[in-house]
């Protein structure tokens, strides 16, 4: 069994670089993500591509093997399953779950998480609009509306429905709740930019102003005006 260590380095690993359009993950990257030293990560990596989990190429960055990425995806597959779970079944708040799924995802055996999955009707997304990983723990399950662009990038007049937030931090899905944005609502831009780096939506009969670089952090698909 990996251990827990070297299965969060293989995830923050993936998630970097599928961030970036599969370019290889910086030492500096993995460091700010993990909150470690360079050296840290780089004496890991090591160990990561001795045991055949990923490939550190000098100056250029680390990419994981087809064997890291299928961890990789066994972990997240766990991590949002419980997340979900979590929200469902425990009625916690979508601030909540992220990280009570962090201290369970190294726990859980994929028999339990197997079984969650289909308690669950087998879903596309967790809370945070994230796809979750299939059992054969090689692909993502594509979301039924794939998240086209930012909400930042939408101009005056378009609607639109939340479809993934990136930014997952506690302090920052609060925020978003007080607006009134969950995963799924939909609203219109009022204006953008709204003066001083903002962006004002409409969410029903409520109107508010986001700071665009928050508005960056949310992908969004066109809905139809009505």
Request: hydrophobic letters at 40%; one cysteine or more.
């Amino acid at each position: 069994m990996p251990s827990l260590t070297v299965e969060n380095y293989v995830k923050t690993i993936f998630q970097i670089v599928s961030a970036q359009e599969d370019r290889p993950a910086t030492t500096g990257q993995i460091a700010a993500a993990l909150e470690v030293s360079p050296g840290t990560v780089t004496s890991m990596l090591k160990t990561l591509d001795a045991a055949r989990l990923a490939t550190h190429m000098p100056y250029e960055g680390v990419a994981l093997t087809r064997s890291g990425r299928v961890l990789a995806l066994r972990v997240l597959r766990r991590h949002r399953l419980l997340e979900l779970f979590l929200l469902r079944t425990l009625d916690m708040s979508w601030d909540e779950v992220h990280d009570e799924a962090e201290h369970m995802e190294h726990a859980v055996s994929d028999l339990l998480v197997d079984r969650i999955d289909a308690f669950l009707g087998h879903p596309d997304v967790d809370p945070h609009g994230d796809p979750i990983p299939r059992a054969d723990g090689d692909t993502l399950r594509p979301p039924e509306e794939p998240a086209g662009h930012t909400l930042a990038e939408c101009t005056a007049g378009a609607t639109f429905k939340l479809a993934r937030v990136l930014d997952q931090s506690a302090e920052f899905l609060r925020s978003l709740t007080d607006s009134g944005l969950a995963l799924g609502a939909v609203g219109r831009v009022e204006r953008n930019p709204d003066g001083a780096g903002l962006i004002r939506i409409q969410l029903g009969k409520r109107s508010c102003v986001l700071a665009l670089e928050a508005a960056r952090k949310l992908l969004v698909v066109d809905a139809p005006k009505g």
